[in-house]
């Protein structure tokens, strides 16, 4: 963005002659923005000169000039000329001080007066240059009055009250969303879609349309926007003064007088650099009761343009939701100055503001012999809220004292209202600093900034260290190591959306997910509630290349809530081992380990054939539960999804999601230092022949039941044989320890007789 620093001192109350520009320039670099670039705007007067076309032929007193003729000469017109190489030729915004090689068109003198608008003409001026991105917080510094309310508070200098550059024009507040014809304002306006929070517009009966004004055209040239006519240009004028933009409308083209600012509307219109577009469904555009009149935010239509021939003017200047003009803006590729502005937080109390600064214009450029009746304002005023905050809350967070007259001034020097009483401020944003200015930091950090952080001295905050242990941090830690070195299984960070896709391909069952409103694209459309499908996915791309796979993944999921259309994110571990031959008790030896690093011990229970996810094989998987709550589910992969997934994936693929959140609630004990026994432990392996129906599991907390002293029981081993169709055997490792003694080996066998009589009652054997 560009702005003109004597256009800037037109709102202040001293010239640029009397400043240090330099000192100005880095007082605005620390205090407000950072500037990318300031150059130096010089313009030889003698360089140019006014030619009039009269009777057929450009006429210059008193030197003549050859120069060639224009598409778009009027007769008593004046144009511009510039001397290059000794020859005389048309101006350009380039000659100008800008960078576009957009020829000057007609332009109006004043008084008709070459000399004398030439003594009006600003020659000398430095031209400042800013990065959007810099100032995309702040919407009141998209406008030279902005900067000059800066350079005010910097330089303790008046501001020039808004009211001594901006006609008094009676406002009439609406606060519904629409406007009836009336005497006063002959049109309907209709706000249907909350797209647009506020209308404001006013009725020019009678506009005389002249040519550029010759001073406006130099100003608006070097900032590089393109003069057109005294009309149009009034508006560009405006919105690079105010940072508000506007459009006008030829009147006479609106059908009906009726005006309604909507969505959900289609069709063709032409804009006005002459391109056709498509108007979307989701576009905000301004129309009569036949067609388009404006993309708006964006650009006018053809149609409702401003021509030479026009002479009444509907002018309005609102506020549209930033998301949908930006949107629009992008689709169509039509990002405009306006477009800009509009995709900032504007000012909705600055839209009638923008309007009579135009009517200013028009009267001072005698565009307009008599004001409108009155100017429209619809839509619901802006609610601004007061901050108190105490005197010594300032000092404490800026870390130094400070004059509570200082903090007076600077606020009342940006225009926040202020009162001050017992050390308390009352603060009060300007409308046009709401979106930036809503908590008691906000305000600090304008006093700090005026202040001058460079005279803040840097000094490094007081810390109390305290000895902590993240006990959160750790275990994860510990689980990561184990998978990756223990277990050698590789990890894995997966997107946080389904790949369509993918799921389709596999065959992947139908479940309840979160949808985004707007995807990048129709294949990443839905939040994971699963990592299992990623975890596949990376099986399938790895299983060319290797034998067996093993992968796992920490990450978040999403689950659809019914309360009030909350929307759960969990944290999980999700792990696949895809290998020929791998059985459910393989992937339960890892579901131990793993239960080992959180200190917990679950209880598996088989799914029932209605219960089990359909992902899953039936009689091979399990939910894990403690202390009755589901901390996740392990299991075979189901055939029918392993038959879409293609014959170089292994035969086998055990899987299980752990919900890692889930744990740390039910899990409220930290594992503390417990000392090994000093004592030899005794290990004993227990083989047993038993039904299918008893899990190991029933068998595990069946033998720690017997006797205090088994510290643990462990698989380790199992076997099936198509001979045992209802049989299986389990090897099951039981340690039995003291802290107090060395057991006798009558005192082993007792307590692995009371073992083998425990494993008895399930009509089991022990072989």
């Known amino acids: 963005m560009k702005l003109s620093l004597n256009w800037i001192f037109q709102h202040l109350t001293r010239s640029t002659d009397t400043v240090d520009v330099q000192a100005l320039i880095d007082l605005i670099n620390q205090k407000v923005v950072e500037i990318d670039k300031v150059h130096t705007l010089s313009l030889d007067q003698s360089l140019f000169a006014f030619v009039q076309y009269k009777n057929g032929s ?33 101006a350009t915004v380039k000659d100008l001080g800008g960078t576009k090689e957009n020829s000057i068109p007609a332009l109006t003198l004043l008084h008709n007066d070459p000399i004398e608008t030439f003594k009006k003409i600003v020659w000398h001026d430095y031209i400042i240059e800013i990065s959007s991105s810099s100032i995309t917080h702040r919407p009141d510094l998209w406008g030279h ?8 508070a910097l330089l303790n200098i008046p501001l020039k009250p808004i009211t001594e550059l901006a006609s008094q024009v009676p406002i009439e507040r609406i606060y519904g969303k629409k406007a009836k014809k009336a005497e006063q304002f ?60 506007m459009h006008a409308f030829d009147s006479t083209a609106i059908e009906n007088n009726s005006l309604t600012v909507c969505q959900n509307q289609q069709g063709i219109t032409t804009v006005l650099d002459g391109q056709k577009i498509e108007v979307q469904k989701n576009d905000l555009i301004i129309k009569d009761s036949c067609k388009t009149l404006s993309l708006a935010g964006i650009m006018g239509c053809k149609e409702s343009s401003v021509q030479a021939t026009t002479s009444s003017l509907l002018i309005e200047a609102a506020v549209f939701d930033p998301t949908t003009i930006r949107t629009s803006a992008t689709y169509h590729k039509k990002r405009t100055e306006a477009s800009a502005r509009f995709e900032k937080n504007l000012d909705p109390e600055q839209a009638s503001w923008a309007l009579k600064r135009y009517l200013w214009y028009a009267q001072e450029h005698e565009l307009i012999k008599q004001l409108p009746v009155c100017i429209i304002d619809i839509g619901k005023d802006q609610v601004i809220q007061r901050i108190t905050i105490d005197h010594q809350t300032i000092e404490n967070l800026l870390g130094i004292p400070i004059d ?50 460079q005279h803040i001295k840097p000094q490094a905050p007081a810390i109390t260290r305290k000895t902590t242990v993240d006990h959160t941090r750790s275990t994860n830690y510990a689980l990561s190591s184990l998978l990756s070195f223990g277990l050698h299984m590789h990890e894995i960070k997966s997107y946080a959306f389904f790949d369509e896709q993918f799921l389709q391909k596999v065959n992947w069952p139908a479940m309840p997910t979160v949808e985004v409103h707007t995807p990048v694209s129709q294949n990443w459309k839905r939040l994971i509630s699963t990592l299992i499908p990623g975890l596949l996915k990376a099986v399938i791309d790895n299983s060319m290349q290797q034998e067996k796979t093993a992968f796992f993944e920490v990450g978040s999921v999403w689950h659809p809530s019914n309360e009030k259309q909350v929307i759960k994110e969990q944290l999980q571990l999700g792990l696949i081992h895809a290998e020929d031959q791998y059985s459910f008790y393989n992937g339960k030896k890892i579901i131990h380990s793993i239960s080992q690093v959180y200190g917990v011990d679950p209880l598996w229970i088989a799914y029932t054939p209605a219960e089990c996810p359909s992902w899953l094989m039936p009689y091979k998987s399990a939910k894990l539960m403690l202390n009755q709550t589901c901390i996740g589910y392990a299991g075979m992969l189901s055939n029918s999804i392993q038959q879409h997934v293609g014959r170089q994936v292994p035969n086998s693929i055990f899987v299980a999601e752990i919900y890692i959140d889930a744990i740390a609630m039910q899990n409220k004990n930290i594992t503390t230092f417990k000392p090994m026994s000093k004592f030899q432990p005794v290990t004993r392996d227990i083989t047993i022949w038993t039904l299918k129906q008893h899990t190991a599991q029933t068998f595990i907390n069946a033998i720690k039941s017997v006797n205090k002293l088994i510290s643990s029981v462990a698989i380790v081993d199992f076997l099936e044989k198509e001979e045992w169709p209802d049989h299986r055997a389990i090897t099951l490792r039981m340690v039995i320890e003291s802290y107090e003694k060395t057991f006798t080996k009558e005192e082993i066998d007792l307590i692995v007789f009371a073992v083998s009589q425990k494993i008895s009652s399930f009509k089991a054997e022990i072989r």
Not at 59 to 64: A, I, K
Not at 209 to 229: C, W
Request: proline letters at 5%.
């Open 58 to 90: 450009f006429v210059h007193e008193p030197v003549p000039m050859q120069l060639k003729n224009r598409n778009d000469q009027i007769t008593d017109c004046w144009y511009l000329a510039t001397k290059k190489n000794n020859q005389w030729t048309w």
């Open 404 to 453: 509570y007259r200082f903090v007076l001034n600077t606020l009342n020097a940006l225009e926040y209202t202020v009162t001050f009483a017992n050390d308390q401020y009352i603060v009060e944003p300007p409308s046009f600093r709401s979106s930036d200015s809503a908590i008691k930091e906000d305000i600090v950090e304008e006093i700090g900034r005026l202040y001058g952080y």
């Open 145 to 152: 009055r902005g900067f000059a309310r800066e350079i005010a």
């Open 186 to 245: 002959p049109f309907t306006i209709d706000i249907q879609t909350d797209a647009c929070s506020r209308f404001a517009a006013t009725h020019i009966k009678h506009i005389t349309n002249k040519p550029s004004i010759a001073t406006t055209a130099f100003l608006l040239s070097r900032i590089d926007i393109r003069p057109i006519n005294a009309v149009v240009d009034g508006t560009n004028l405006v919105m690079l003064d105010l940072g508000h933009p």
